[in-house]
């Protein structure tokens, strides 16, 4: 069985300043900005930033002791994680768990939009690698709001 289904959901960039950075791919890449959403149990803020067929997920560590700040501390702002769609997160945890890959998340957790998400240690895939099992509501992207700091 297939884990992914055949799709990138996203690709997560982790920054210092996110009002900065969606200025850039805004402005100057002519990309929108699609929605906005603060994760306080992921200790994060993160903008989805639309392309054609993908979204970009720039996210802020909302605390300089969260998991974020951490990761930018120890190798800098830049690519984070690659989302891969999954259709059961739950399922492709159980899969990946069968193949002695080793997760972060053993059990689905909430995500960006509604949707659940679980991690995968980027030990064999050379990436951190984020399952997204999309919200089936039809909204499982953050509603657009002031990009403006809280």
């Known amino acids: 069985?297939?884990?992914?289904?055949?799709?990138?959901?996203?690709?997560?960039?982790?920054?210092?300043?996110?009002?900065?950075?969606?200025?850039?791919?805004?402005?100057?890449?002519?990309?929108?900005?699609?929605?906005?959403?603060?994760?306080?149990?992921?200790?994060?803020?993160?903008?989805?930033?639309?392309?054609?067929?993908?979204?970009?997920?720039?996210?802020?560590p909302l605390t300089k002791e969260s998991p974020l700040a951490k990761f930018i501390e120890k190798r800098g702002e830049g690519l984070h994680h690659l989302g891969l769609k999954v259709i059961d997160v739950s399922k492709a945890i159980t899969e990946f768990q069968d193949k002695g890959i080793t997760l972060i998340d053993r059990v689905p957790r909430p995500g960006v939009g509604k949707n659940r998400i679980a991690f995968v240690h980027p030990r064999e895939s050379k990436v951190l690698l984020e399952l997204v099992e999309t919200a089936n509501d039809g909204n499982n992207t953050p509603k657009p709001r002031s990009t403006k700091k809280h």
């Open 1 to 60: 069985m297939k884990l992914v289904a055949n799709n990138i959901d996203h690709i997560g960039i982790a920054v210092n300043d996110i009002d900065q950075v969606i200025k850039f791919y805004t402005d100057v890449l002519g990309l929108e900005l699609q929605g906005m959403e603060t994760l306080p149990e992921h200790g994060v803020r993160v903008a989805i930033i639309k392309t054609d067929r993908h979204k970009i997920e720039l996210m802020e």
